[in-house]
């Protein structure tokens, strides 16, 4: 009697396995079939969906990857201030200068860049009808993670887009004057990153309304900032 021996499940099978056990934790529950009852040809057509739902996940937690350059400081690590005019085509806010994937995503276009992926995570958050889209003037608050670079020079930065506040010229009359929207990743809530990039719209626009709706956090956060009164006419 010839003992039959099953042959060995190859290498990128189980590596696709691995894969697929990891990025299940990742996602909701009941959006994947459990991998016990499926066949590797049914993993790998699950497998795309599987990765964009586990990548927004992490956008939404942490906030989307972005690269920027800017000067080095020494001594000075933690998140910086950013931003970009849409309206206008400037794509540099002061020394900071956004990489191209803050605004073309993998086919070359706004769906999929930093900025739509950050806006994708607001409009779930929000639950908008549709995430803010290639207009306004967006300032962002940068969690540098990596950098690199040498003592001349700009230095190379990666890391995450920790919130944004969208301020837009609804009257057309070339004054940005509404915030329209207002997100902040889940990690990086309750650490004054709202607050500071509000205060950073105010500072540089005359801000006159905050549009709604409001989420109950959000309602609560602009109760609690309110805009400066202006100063007394003398």
């Known amino acids: 009697m010839t003992d039959f021996a099953f042959p060995k499940t190859p290498e990128i099978e189980e590596a696709y396995r691995a894969a697929y056990r990891a990025l299940e934790a990742l996602v909701p529950l009941r959006t994947v079939t459990i991998e016990g009852e499926s066949d ?10 599987l990765v964009d739902r586990a990548e927004f996940a992490v956008d939404s937690q942490l906030g989307p990857t972005i690269s920027w350059r800017a000067p080095f400081r ?6 910086v201030l950013s931003g970009v005019d849409l309206d206008n085509d400037a794509y540099d806010f ?49 969690a540098p993670v990596s950098a690199s670079g040498g003592e001349e020079g ?43 990039l509000l205060a950073e719209a105010r500072s540089r626009f005359p801000i006159t309304s905050v549009e ?23």
């Not at 590797?40 to 969906?49: G, K, M």
């Not at 993998?106 to 999929?112: A, F, R, S, Y």
């Not at 990666?158 to 990690?187: N, P, Q």
Request: with cysteine; charged share 20%.
């Open 40 to 49: 590797f040809a049914e993993i790998l057509s699950q497998f795309r969906t």
């Open 74 to 79: 020494a001594g000075e690590w933690g998140p």
């Open 94 to 142: 002061g020394e900071v200068q956004l990489g191209i994937e803050a605004f073309e995503g993998p086919t070359g276009n706004w769906h999929g860049s930093a900025l739509n992926r950050a806006g994708m995570a607001y409009k779930r958050a929000a639950k908008w009808d549709h995430p803010p889209d290639e207009s306004g003037v967006w300032l962002l608050m940068l």
């Open 154 to 196: 700009p230095w190379f930065y990666s890391g995450r887009i920790a919130g944004f506040v969208v301020v837009h010229d609804r009257d057309k009359d070339g004054t940005h004057e509404s915030v329209g929207h207002i997100w902040t990743a889940t990690a990086w809530q309750r650490r004054g990153i709202a607050r500071r």
């Open 212 to 234: 709604g709706p409001y989420t109950e956090a959000g309602a609560a956060y602009l109760s609690a900032c309110p805009a400066p009164e202006p100063p007394p006419q003398s």
